[in-house]
């Protein structure tokens, strides 16, 4: 498990890299970590998912 500093970084560096436009695909952490699913969650942020009942 990582530090609280290091799931910040990971939030963050998600968040940058969805802003950029990057595909979830260049997430750094191995599929186990904490931190990718700290990345990802920064990384959603960018990417509201819509209602499909619209």
């Known amino acids: 498990m990582g ?3 290091d799931i910040v970084r990971a ?16 997430c ?4 186990e970590s904490i931190l990718r699913r700290a ?3 920064g990384y959603a942020e960018t ?4 209602d499909r009942a619209e």
């Open 39 to 41: 990345w990802i969650r």
């Open 47 to 50: 990417h509201p998912v819509r």
């Open 3 to 5: 530090t609280r500093e």
């Open 28 to 31: 750094p952490y191995p599929r």
């Open 11 to 26: 939030v963050t560096a998600g968040r940058e890299a969805g802003e950029r436009g990057d595909r979830p695909t260049v």
